[in-house]
Each structure stands twice: as C-alpha cells, then as structure tokens.
C-alpha cells in the first residue's frame, strides 16, 4: 500500500440517493479504513444528511476556502478515523464551472497536496437536491452509486444516471440498501431494465463498497497525472458559475 502513495490516488464518484443510503456508505467507509486504507472523503453536499453529519463531522470549512487562500489546507481536513479524512467540497464544486486559469491552477496545487499519502479519494454527493453531477466525479475512475429500495431513490438515481453519460465508464456500480420499508425489487429490476434499453451504461449490482474498489484496482495502471487534467479540462469547458 506505501508504494501507491508514490501516485495518485484512485479517484471513486459516489452518489447516495437517500439517507439510510448515505448512512450506509458512511459505515462502508469506516470499515474500508480499518482495513488499512488511507483515504480523502470529498463532502460534496451542505445539505443535511450528508457525508459529513453521516460521520459525526462538523466542517467548519470549504476547500474553497483553502484554493482561496484564505485558510491553510489541514484547516479545511477532519479527521473522521484512522487512514480516513474529510473535506467539505460543496461550495468548491459550484464555483470550479467555468474557472478561469488563474483559479484552476490553484485548485490543482491545492489538489496536488491533497494527493499526498492518500491512495483512495471518494468523491460522494446526495443527488436528490437536482445539482449537476461535478467535474471532480465526472472524471473519476469508476462510479458508485448507492441506492434505496424505495421509488424516491431509484427515480433520483436514474435522473443522476441521465446526467452522466459525459463520465468515462461503461459500467457502473450500484449498491441496494433497505429504507424505512425496505426493498422493493421491482423497483430495482427496473431501473436495471430501463437503464440497459435507454443508456450506453451498464449497471452492476454489488454487495459492498470492496467490491468497487476490486473493480476500480483493475484501473490502477492508469493512474497517472490525467485525472486531475480531466478535471481541469471539464471545469474550463463548463458555463461560469454565477453564485457559491
């Protein structure tokens, strides 16, 4: 694991539509870090119920804050347990459309040190508040999404899915969690169904987020510099954000 940290990390996009689901991929990543990982969690959403409340974490700052200049980087990390930091992204990922040069060289910088002994970043949103999906996940290595058996989560889930088709994957992961009423597998076959006759992805269903990194680990040997050059090229292709 030390030898990876001489590249950068493997980027993995998680959406959770839901609250038990965000609750969910928060003990995954717990238990990912007991298992000797050492990650970066991107709290893409200030809402409630999002990655950061999931892991008892109170940010009190943006990374924005820190591409700003205005704070030193290790004030905008938390610590949530051993080998797994937290970052809140959420204003960062509405200010990087349309970044000009300037902004996106400190966003990289910023990134670059982010980098730094980490060899797993997770990029999570809660796509029910209808954001774009950002530039950050978009150009991840692979894509997780974590779903609920209920119609409110799989129809944010498909309408995330409609957005995505710009990512670079042909399949993408989901996991099934039980909601307040559990599962209806109906629902689950079909979205399955309506993605494969309407979408160039594929859906994968997988038991726990392991069995994403499995996959993603296939995608090892092309980690390299492209990924935040990916990120760079999709935020200065993006319309101007007109607010933060």
Request: hydrophobic share 50%.
């Amino acid at each position: 694991r030390r030898l990876l940290h001489r590249a950068p990390p493997l980027a993995l996009g998680v959406a959770s539509c839901g609250h038990h689901a965000a609750a969910w991929f928060a003990s995954q990543t717990r238990l990912m870090a007991k298992h000797g990982r050492s990650a970066v969690a991107f709290d893409e959403s200030d809402c409630g119920g999002n990655l950061a409340d999931m892991l008892g974490l109170a940010p009190r700052f943006d990374l924005l804050q820190a591409v700003e200049g205005e704070i030193p980087l290790e004030a905008a990390k938390l610590a949530a347990a051993q080998g797994l930091s937290l970052v809140s992204s959420a204003r960062l990922t509405r200010t990087l459309p349309g970044a000009d040069r300037a902004f996106a060289s400190r966003f990289h910088d910023v990134c670059r040190r982010l980098q730094l002994g980490a060899d797993l970043w997770l990029l999570h949103s809660r796509p029910g508040a209808g954001a774009e999906p950002s530039a950050l996940m978009l150009a991840a290595h692979r894509m997780m999404l974590v779903v609920e058996g209920n119609a409110r989560s799989v129809t944010e889930a498909y309408a995330l899915l409609k957005k995505i088709r710009r990512g670079p994957w042909l399949q993408i992961d989901f996991a099934v969690v039980p909601g307040s009423d559990g599962v209806d597998e109906k629902l689950i076959a079909n979205l399955v169904d309506v993605v494969q006759q309407n979408s160039p992805l594929a859906l994968r269903r997988i038991r726990n987020l392991d069995a994403c990194l499995a996959a993603a680990n296939a995608v090892a040997g092309r980690r390299d510099e492209a990924y935040l050059d990916r990120v760079i090229g999709l935020v200065r292709r993006a319309p101007m954000a007109l607010s933060v």
